[in-house]
């Protein structure tokens, strides 16, 4: 996506990949080829980024760079949060720019994205991520979202709040590794 836009989503775990992914092909939605992407998180080294809720992203897939930035969550009642996401195609030169402006990679994430449509402006990425498991993302129209959730309802988890570097740390701190920088397959 490149520019900007008001991107509203819901994230939710997923016990049982197999049946979300059939229950999907059920309903009429499209999957892509599974992508490996890897994202590097960057930040200032004390924090601030994180601590402002913005992100400062480059995702590498099949060796293509994509800058993305984005603003601070809000969340709504239903679970889904907003922010605002700018991407656009990135070179080398980029880690050099965010280098000139302090900041540093602070965070490494792999995970395994398959993305579905099905004609509207939805989209359901399941993704699965090392040592985490497999989460889904419905991003779009919230009362597309809202429809899609309903649809699945019982195949999914209530909404995580978190984003995946987020649970990525939580899950390291909680099996003693609070100290390391990624999660990679």
């Given at each position: 996506?490149?520019?900007?836009?008001?991107?509203?989503?819901?994230?939710?775990?997923?016990?049982?990949?197999?049946?979300?992914?059939?229950?999907?092909?059920?309903?009429?939605?499209?999957?892509?080829?599974?992508?490996?992407?890897?994202?590097?998180?960057?930040?200032?080294?004390?924090?601030?980024?994180?601590?402002?809720?913005?992100?400062?992203?480059?995702?590498?897939?099949?060796?293509?760079?994509?800058?993305?930035?984005?603003?601070?969550?809000?969340?709504?009642?239903?679970?889904?949060?907003?922010?605002?996401?700018?991407?656009?195609p990135a070179t080398g030169e980029v880690r050099d720019a965010f280098a000139r402006q302090g900041l540093i990679?602070?965070?490494?994430?792999?995970?395994?994205?398959?993305?579905?449509?099905?004609?509207?402006?939805?989209?359901?990425?399941?993704?699965?991520?090392?040592?985490?498991?497999?989460?889904?993302?419905?991003?779009?129209?919230?009362?597309?979202?809202?429809?899609?959730?309903?649809?699945?309802?019982?195949?999914?988890?209530?909404?995580?709040?978190?984003?995946?570097?987020?649970?990525?740390?939580?899950?390291?701190r909680e099996h003693g590794r609070p100290d390391a920088r990624e999660l990679l397959f």
């Amino acid at each position: 996506m490149a520019g900007g836009v008001d991107e509203v989503e819901s994230k939710h775990h997923v016990p049982d990949p197999a049946a979300l992914l059939d229950r999907l092909r059920a309903l009429g939605f499209q999957g892509s080829p599974k992508q490996e992407q890897i994202d590097e998180y960057y930040d200032t080294p004390d924090g601030r980024l994180r601590g402002q809720d913005l992100v400062a992203r480059l995702r590498v897939v099949a060796g293509v760079a994509t800058a993305g930035f984005k603003g601070p969550r809000t969340g709504a009642d239903d679970g889904t949060y907003r922010r605002v996401e700018v991407e656009f195609p990135a070179t080398g030169e980029v880690r050099d720019a965010f280098a000139r402006q302090g900041l540093i990679l602070v965070w490494r994430l792999a995970k395994r994205r398959r993305e579905f449509r099905r004609g509207t402006d939805l989209v359901i990425a399941v993704d699965e991520l090392p040592a985490l498991g497999t989460y889904v993302e419905f991003e779009g129209d919230p009362i597309e979202i809202a429809a899609a959730r309903d649809r699945v309802q019982g195949l999914i988890g209530p909404a995580e709040p978190r984003n995946y570097a987020e649970l990525a740390a939580d899950w390291l701190r909680e099996h003693g590794r609070p100290d390391a920088r990624e999660l990679l397959f």
